[in-house]
């Protein structure tokens, strides 16, 4: 099969196009044709070689967690998704190598949900990462309330815009740092934007007087502090950008794969709660450039890069 590999850690020009195996599917596992996956900042990070500490490679590295597609073959283990499913997936096992940046993935059960209907292919491959994240930390970690006020940082980003639209959907108040030409996206995701950069703290007092009640950090550094000195009493405080976050009282926070938080997405999707915003789309052989645009770090929503089965079959 067609797909995009490296053989070594390195910048994006190590990202090579071309003729991969194809997967086994084991019997706990689906085959998924790909339509799209999307590109979050842990890609370019695992191809840099920074999650060494963490991931096993095994060489070639097919870069990607996020996909949408469509199940082609089952395991013989499976029951949950027949041949046709539209599904979405997470992706991510405990090593690099099998990523969905491919024209197929083989996916454990344990990554996978059903696409949701009112979804593109490609704004559905950016929900499972970003989704699930912005999810696990504002009800599992953070257990924001009804009636709170949570700051979340980089609202814009991937995680931040879906962090946004959760929150109010939770019945919270949203403040969210962002750039001023992102300021009326944030606006329409429901959140109360504020600019980054010096006299952060004072805008967010200006808007919450007393502090706000969490905060959701995707960004590390400079922010930590700020956060710390922002938040009310009893005030939580997560990270998943800085594990530095621990020398302010906070929590760092790693995303799993969970197939019902990800079907509880999808629903929430259908029901027009949370939207995923697509930026910008590249074909599976312009995915280093995909790379290079996510690593410059100011994009709004999500980079997808997709696979035209169509000009395949054409």
Known sequence: MKAISYSRYGGPEVLAFGEVRDPKVGPDSVLVKVRAAA????????????????????????????????????????SEFDVGDEVIGYVREDFLSRGTFAEY????LRTLARKPRNLSFEEA????????????????RLRVRRGETILVHA????????????????GARVIGTASESNHDFVRSLGGEPVTYGD???????????????AVFDTVGGDALKVSANLLAPEGRLVSIADGDVVTYGG????????????QHLSELAEQGVVSVHVSETFPLERAADAHRL?????????????????????
């Open 39 to 78: 590109v979050n900042p842990v890609d370019w990070k695992a191809r840099e070689g920074y999650l060494e500490p963490l991931f096993e490679a095994a060489f070639p590295v097919v870069p990607g967690w996020d996909v949408s597609g469509v199940v082609v073959r089952a395991g013989v283990a499976v």
């Open 105 to 108: 993935v083989a996916a454990p």
């Open 125 to 140: 491959a950016g929900l499972p990462l970003a989704g699930l994240t912005a999810y696990q930390v504002l009800i599992k």
């Open 155 to 170: 609202a814009a980003g991937g995680v931040g815009s879906l962090a946004v639209q959760l929150g109010v959907h939770l």
């Open 199 to 213: 006299g952060l703290g004072d805008r967010v007092r200006g808007l919450a007087s007393e502090g706000v009640n």
């Open 251 to 262: 929590r760092y926070y790693f995303v799993r794969p969970d197939p019902e938080d990800l």
């Open 294 to 314: 996510n690593q410059e770090g100011r994009t709004r929503g999500k980079i997808v890069v997709t696979v035209d089965w169509e000009a395949e079959s054409a």
